[in-house]
């Protein structure tokens, strides 16, 4: 589940739209809703999306969904604006795994290219955030540090998936589908910066 701002002018009527995130009949003027920002201020656009990602695979018609999310706005700003950067890979099929392996391994960076968009000094590092060898898509969470650790320009941040598919017989795809493989990483930081997201395919 996943909530973003739409990052358009504030004058500009949203169509409603329930459906698919990659069908064709999506309405044109949500493309600008998957970027972050800000909500709220005069010159800022009053409409937000969720997308929600559902797995039916036996088509049940029966199923009622109760989801949802609470949203907090208070006219009490606080000290820093947050952000959120992805650093991963694209969804889809150039990112795909071969069977009958053991340890297979991709990667997304954010390098010092990357890096030196909106932060403000330079360090030049590469810094292990978080490690979990037995990440379940079923069982996804916002994970806290022990510790701050600063990102400045030039640091590298690399995010890395590795697969074991010794059990598959064929080759599993990248993509949005349960039986497909994501690999990205959504940081929350401060202070806000450019930075939103960086994919390597």
Same mark, same amino acid.
């Given at each position: 589940m996943?909530?973003?701002?739409?990052?358009?002018?504030p004058?500009?009527? %949203?169509p409603?739209y329930?459906?698919r995130?990659t069908?064709e009949?999506? =309405?044109? #003027?949500l @493309?600008s809703?998957?970027t972050? +920002?800000?909500?709220?201020?005069?010159?800022?656009?009053?409409?937000?999306?969720?997308?929600?990602?559902?797995?039916n695979?036996?088509?049940?018609?029966s199923?009622?969904?109760?989801?949802?999310?609470?949203?907090?706005?208070?006219?009490?700003?606080?000290?820093?604006?947050a952000?959120i %950067?992805?650093?991963?890979?694209?969804?889809n099929?150039k990112?795909?795994? =071969?069977p #009958?392996? @053991?340890?297979?391994?991709?990667? +997304?960076?954010?390098?010092?290219?990357?890096t030196q968009?909106?932060?403000?000094?330079?360090?030049?590092?590469?810094?292990?955030?978080n490690i979990?060898?037995?990440?379940?898509?079923?069982?996804?969470?916002?994970r806290?540090?022990?510790?701050l650790?600063?990102?400045?320009?030039d640091?590298?941040?690399i995010?890395t998936?590795i697969y074991n598919?010794?059990?598959?017989?064929n080759v599993t795809f990248?993509?949005?589908?349960?039986?497909?493989?994501?690999?990205i990483?959504?940081?929350?930081y401060?202070?806000r910066s450019?930075?939103e997201?960086?994919f390597?395919?």
């Amino acid at each position: 589940m996943k909530l973003f701002h739409c990052d358009v002018d504030p004058d500009m009527q %949203i169509p409603a739209y329930n459906d698919r995130c990659t069908s064709e009949e999506k =309405p044109m #003027g949500l @493309t600008s809703c998957l970027t972050g +920002g800000i909500i709220g201020g005069p010159k800022t656009s009053q409409f937000l999306v969720l997308e929600v990602h559902f797995n039916n695979p036996y088509f049940k018609k029966s199923i009622i969904d109760q989801s949802g999310i609470r949203i907090y706005y208070t006219t009490k700003l606080r000290k820093y604006d947050a952000g959120i %950067i992805e650093v991963g890979l694209e969804y889809n099929p150039k990112n795909s795994i =071969p069977p #009958g392996s @053991t340890a297979f391994r991709v990667f +997304g960076y954010c390098d010092s290219e990357c890096t030196q968009i909106g932060l403000p000094s330079k360090n030049g590092r590469i810094i292990t955030l978080n490690i979990d060898r037995h990440y379940s898509s079923h069982f996804q969470e916002i994970r806290f540090l022990l510790k701050l650790i600063k990102i400045e320009q030039d640091d590298t941040i690399i995010h890395t998936c590795i697969y074991n598919t010794e059990i598959r017989t064929n080759v599993t795809f990248g993509g949005y589908s349960i039986n497909d493989e994501m690999c990205i990483n959504y940081m929350h930081y401060y202070l806000r910066s450019n930075l939103e997201l960086f994919f390597k395919s």
